[in-house]
């Protein structure tokens, strides 16, 4: 069963959504992708305090790598995307080719860039640490200001 909350954020509102109480979409504003609001279910704001409790610590600054459990639904190639970005340390980029790279797939940089853009869960999957080859921003499913104030913020470059 599906339930959701909104929660405030530096970025705007985020939609928290799980799915027996289980994490499955961090949901911007305006955002490509964002499912109907009749799939998130009902609002329940008492479920999701872990989640908010580490969205509030990550943009005070004082949590780097997220630890609530997701559930993450995609194909198995999305879902392979999803945990390489996982990987992608707090305040670093990789481009879309070294991500293709690091699945043993070099000529998938596209079909990575679709899968990021895909992500459910944004910010707590930093889908936004991805770059073009000559390190551009280039599409976010949130918006590109979004993107480079993130990136800006993960640098230091802008405080909360």
Same mark, same amino acid.
């Given at each position: 069963?599906?339930?959701?909350?909104?929660? +405030?954020?530096?970025?705007?509102?985020?939609?928290?959504?799980?799915?027996?109480?289980?994490?499955?979409?961090?949901?911007?504003? +305006?955002?490509?992708?964002?499912?109907?609001?009749?799939?998130?279910?009902?609002? +329940?704001?008492?479920?999701?305090?872990?989640?908010?409790?580490?969205?509030?610590?990550?943009?005070?600054?004082?949590?780097?790598?997220?630890?609530?459990?997701?559930?993450?639904?995609?194909?198995?190639?999305?879902?392979?995307?999803?945990?390489?970005?996982?990987?992608?340390?707090?305040?670093?980029?990789?481009?879309?080719?070294?991500?293709?790279?690091?699945?043993?797939?070099?000529?998938?940089?596209?079909?990575?860039?679709?899968?990021?853009?895909?992500?459910?869960?944004?910010?707590?999957?930093?889908?936004?640490?991805?770059?073009?080859?000559?390190?551009?921003?280039?599409?976010?499913?949130?918006?590109?200001?979004?993107?480079?104030?993130?990136?800006?913020?993960?640098?230091?470059?802008?405080?909360?």
């Amino acid at each position: 069963m599906k339930q959701h909350t909104v929660t +405030d954020s530096p970025y705007g509102p985020l939609t928290l959504v799980a799915d027996d109480g289980v994490l499955c979409g961090l949901y911007m504003t +305006d955002q490509r992708h964002r499912p109907p609001e009749e799939t998130f279910g009902t609002r +329940d704001d008492t479920l999701f305090a872990q989640a908010e409790e580490q969205l509030k610590a990550y943009f005070a600054g004082e949590l780097r790598e997220f630890t609530v459990e997701l559930r993450l639904t995609g194909t198995p190639f999305q879902r392979t995307v999803w945990d390489r970005l996982r990987r992608i340390p707090y305040g670093e980029t990789r481009t879309y080719g070294e991500l293709a790279d690091a699945l043993g797939a070099p000529t998938a940089s596209r079909a990575v860039g679709l899968a990021n853009g895909r992500n459910p869960v944004g910010i707590i999957v930093p889908c936004h640490r991805v770059v073009g080859a000559n390190g551009s921003l280039t599409g976010y499913g949130g918006g590109l200001d979004r993107k480079r104030r993130l990136l800006a913020f993960e640098s230091g470059a802008a405080l909360f």
